[in-house]
């Protein structure tokens, strides 16, 4: 089955910089999407940037021209880069996957990573 591992959060003062990453494993035949969410503390999930099969990219207004998604497809990994950030940055990030297992398509999640901005 599919499993998403994620690494890279922490704690990080106002305008530093953080690298979320997420390691996709199991018998993956297609990697359709794969993306970031995040949830603050009493607040909704909220998307915070996808990458699709096809090269296009979705970013919050909120993140665009801070964060930059990437994914390594021989590594079955995607990148969250995050610089400049706010204390309004601050939440569980969540790494996401829309990937092809033989014939059949798998929507994963990974357990999160708690994101810290504060001085």
């Known amino acids: 089955q599919v499993q998403l591992v994620e690494s890279g959060g922490g704690l990080v003062q106002p305008g530093g910089s953080l690298r979320l990453s997420c390691a996709a494993s199991?018998?993956?035949?297609?990697?359709?999407?794969m993306g970031w969410y995040r949830q603050a503390p009493g607040k909704q999930r909220e998307l915070v940037a996808v990458?699709?099969?096809?090269?296009?990219?979705n970013y919050a207004d909120s993140v665009k021209g801070r964060f930059t998604i990437s994914i390594d497809v021989t590594k079955k990994t995607t990148y969250l880069q995050m610089n400049s950030l706010k204390p309004e940055d601050t939440a569980i990030y969540y790494c996401?996957?829309?990937?092809?297992?033989?014939?059949?398509?798998?929507?994963?999640w990974g357990q999160g990573t708690q994101v810290t901005v504060a001085s």
């Open positions: 996401n996957a829309d990937v092809t297992v033989w014939v059949t398509r798998h929507d994963s």
């Open positions: 199991g018998n993956i035949h297609i990697i359709n999407a």
């Open positions: 990458r699709s099969i096809d090269g296009s990219t």
